[in-house]
């Protein structure tokens, strides 16, 4: 008689964890992800939306060798 593993009950979902972001492992973390100033900013969401997007460049066709 083989059942089926029982699982957790369907309705108790834990709540999101409150994180701290200033936490000095969060901290530790964001100095070797941040490139500068701008992308710790954006990395803790303190973003803008009036910031220039970094566009992709379209790949130029190559030179014809005469």
């Not at 900013?41 to 460049?57: D, E, I, P």
Request: hydrophobic residues 30%.
């Amino acid at each position: 008689d083989a059942k089926a593993p029982k699982k957790g009950p369907s309705g108790a979902k834990s709540a999101p964890k409150e994180v701290d972001i200033f936490s000095p492992a969060a901290m530790e973390n964001l100095y070797y992800i941040s490139h500068n100033a701008v992308d710790c900013l954006t990395f803790r969401g303190f973003g803008w939306s009036q910031a220039k997007s970094k566009k992709k460049k379209k790949g130029s066709k190559p030179k014809k060798k005469k």
